[in-house]
């Protein structure tokens, strides 16, 4: 009878364990498969931000291209391949060669060649597109955001509130709502405007992009150089 009872203690064991690594395998197995995704976060990086934040590092001889003279404001800085819970990346090793003529096509929405080279590298070849219908998608989906006109001239720092940046992009954009979009932080400044759409580049909530949003009562824009 003991014999018995501990045979049925172990096959319980076991079939509790399969049970339990069951749907974790079943994730694994979509991991970094190319195409095999369920959204696109659209990611706008604040320009000036990322110029102040690199001259501060001492590291604007990297930036250059992006920091010099020119008037940026909210810039491309990804489309990204999103699960519900978590992200795909780097899904082919060695990535597909991204064609120069391609790279320099997108140099208006992403002004620095490398992160061009970067974001199709970890990002891109998780979309299960080619090269140019990625940098395409890309190009869709920064022509569905009207980027509001308080923020294409500012001339002065601006210290605000996330939400109002958010509030701002919402009501600029028709159909765009609160669980569709994040603003994210350094300890100061804004860093990214951060938008989920769907394959088709349609708005759509994305409770998990959320939760990883600044929470800091105000942040700091620093404005527009150049112009």
């Known amino acids: 009878m003991f014999r018995l009872a501990l045979v049925s203690r172990l096959l319980i064991s076991v079939l509790a364990f399969f049970a339990a690594i069951g749907p974790v395998s079943a994730q694994d197995r979509r991991q970094n498969a190319p195409g095999e995704f369920d959204f696109y976060v659209l990611a706008l990086s ?20 992006q920091c010099g003279g020119r008037p940026y404001s909210f810039v491309v800085h990804g489309l990204w391949p999103q699960y519900e819970r978590g992200f795909p990346e780097y899904c082919q090793r060695p990535a597909p060669r991204l064609a120069r003529n391609v790279m320099s096509s997108m140099l208006d929405l992403m002004p620095a060649p490398g992160l061009i080279y970067n974001e199709w590298d970890k990002h891109g070849t998780c979309s299960g597109l080619p090269a140019r219908a990625y940098f395409e998608s890309i190009r869709k989906a920064r022509a569905a955001v009207k980027i509001p006109e308080e923020f294409l001239q500012l001339s002065e720092p601006k210290t605000v509130a996330p939400g109002e940046i958010e509030e701002a992009f919402i009501k600029a954009n028709p159909g765009l709502s609160s669980s569709a979009i994040s603003v994210t ?29 600044c929470r800091r009562d105000q942040v700091v824009m620093p404005p527009i150089r150049g112009g």
């Open 185 to 213: 932080c350094d300890s100061k400044r804004l860093s990214e405007v951060r938008i989920c759409m769907s394959k088709d580049m349609q708005f759509r909530a994305c409770e998990e992009t959320d939760r990883r949003a």
């Open 46 to 65: 604040w320009s000036p931000s990322f110029c102040e934040a690199a001259s501060e590092r001492g590291d604007g001889r990297r930036a250059q291209v």
